[in-house]
């Protein structure tokens, strides 16, 4: 209870920041559980990599201050939760426009600092998106629904973080390993 106390009183001093850092740290262990996995499957003896664990993470990073501001301030101020339907409104809105966002940019971003010009990042990227969505709407739309319902706002991005970490797994599987075989 004390660090959840502490993690509060720093979503209040420090909102943005600290969404940054646990996704920071939660996209990143996506990536490791997705590493270990690899691993443990391949039957072959390999170091962690580091410099793929960053991608990963730094994107967590970078992309959160777009989760705080849908969380935070878009979904409530297009759908007040005391308005009829704004659970299913904000899953709608979450699911299409903000889902499509998340998996283009996840996968441009870890192309482009992969090293890969944005054409080629798009090219590479663009046969992973669709398919990636539709993974998506068969997890993500129930654990938003819960979320939209029950979760307050400043506890939003935490939650999905969490929730997110299997997800995050996904990702890195998709974009290190699904697509190389």
């Not at 938003?144 to 319902?149: C, I, N």
């Not at 935490?158 to 599987?173: A, D, E, H, Q, R």
């Amino acid at each position: 209870m004390i660090a959840l106390k502490k993690y509060e009183n720093l979503l209040i001093t420090k909102p943005i920041i600290t969404k940054c850092v646990t996704s920071f740290i939660t996209f990143g262990l996506g990536d490791l559980i997705c590493q270990k996995l690899e691993m443990v499957y391949s039957n072959k003896e390999q170091k962690l990599n580091w410099k793929r664990f960053m991608k990963q993470a730094s994107f967590g990073f970078l992309y959160t201050p777009i989760f705080h501001f849908n969380f935070c301030h878009l979904l409530p101020y297009l759908f007040p939760p005391t308005t009829k339907y704004s659970v299913l409104k904000s899953v709608a809105f979450d699911q299409t426009l903000n889902a499509l966002l998340f998996t283009t940019c996840f996968f441009l971003y870890i192309e482009t600092v992969s090293g890969k010009n944005i054409g080629q990042a798009f090219n590479d990227s663009k046969p992973k998106i669709f398919p990636v969505l539709i993974d998506n709407w068969k997890v993500w739309p129930l654990i938003m629904a819960v979320t939209f319902r029950y979760v307050p706002i400043q506890f939003r991005v935490l939650v999905t973080n969490f929730c997110g970490m299997i997800w995050m797994t996904y990702l890195s599987y998709v974009q290190n390993v699904r697509n190389k075989k």
